[in-house]
């Protein structure tokens, strides 16, 4: 049994068949969110994933938009004003493929209740720390425990890039995330243009690290192994392999 993280699939079904047929019967994947949007498949890919026991779905600011754009949708089949933020976020063709399905509404009912933070402590005992957008950590000066920001940010934020790191409560803490495009990662940490762009990109002293890959773009994605830390890359090129 190996334990991944996977994120912003976008579309790309032929990526997530390749991961599919890779995966163990006993293997779990987090799934960090985006399923949708930008490729031609996201409707198809959100029920896939939806429906294989191996994967824990994490909400995703694409599914976010696709349940607001959906609220104005249901139950009269009227498009209101959050199907302009999906469609301009590359979510035309996933909206109609929705309204198509004639389970459309049960399946964003399913997707409602999809969480926006997972935890797992993997085999080193690390604390490993998911969501779409990522976040850092806070400790609670009562208990020890730890704060989280609220949903929107789980989801949609980019600020915690370039927060001090609490090393004194979270020195054995990792947190995992997509929703920003790795070239995007290293233009906003000002790494150095020789930065390479096939790997993740780990960053806060090796406390946090982006797997998005903007496969819609690129092609490839990974699987992050959240036990060993090392990452597997699928690819479309290699599909008739």
């Known amino acids: 049994m190996a334990t991944y993280a996977c994120t912003d699939l976008h579309g790309q079904k032929d990526l997530l068949v390749q991961i599919q047929k890779f995966l163990k019967p006993d293997d779990v994947v987090f799934f960090l969110g985006d399923a949708a949007d930008r490729g031609s ?41 959050g199907f302009s933020l999906l469609a301009s976020n590359g979510g035309r063709v996933t909206f109609y493929d929705m309204t198509n399905d004639q389970w459309g509404e049960q399946w964003i009912n399913h997707i409602r209740k999809y969480p926006t933070h997972a935890e797992y402590t993997n085999t080193q005992g690390q604390l490993v720390l998911l969501s779409h957008a990522g976040y850092t950590p806070i400790a609670d000066p009562e208990d020890g425990g730890m704060w989280l920001p609220d949903d929107h940010e789980l989801i949609w934020s980019r600020d915690h890039f370039w927060d001090d790191w ?65 990452h597997l890359t699928f690819n479309l090129a290699s599909n008739n392999d």
């Not at 994490?58 to 599914?63: D, P, V």
């Not at 243009?193 to 002293?205: L, Q, V």
Request: proline share 6%; hydrophobic share 40%.
């Open 41 to 81: 498949h996201g409707w198809e890919m959100i029920k896939m994933i939806a429906q294989d026991k191996r994967f824990i779905s994490i909400k995703g600011n694409h599914e976010d938009m696709l349940i607001d754009a959906a609220r104005s949708y249901y139950p009269d089949e009227r498009i209101g004003h």
């Open 166 to 230: 609490d090393e004194e409560n979270f020195s054995n803490a990792v947190v995992v995330h997509g929703h920003t495009p790795m070239p995007y990662m290293a233009d906003y940490l000002q790494m150095p243009s020789t930065t390479p762009m096939d790997k993740p990109i780990w960053y806060a002293n090796r406390h946090k690290v982006c797997i998005d890959t903007a496969a819609f773009a690129t092609g490839f994605c990974f699987l992050l192994n959240l036990d060993t830390w090392e």
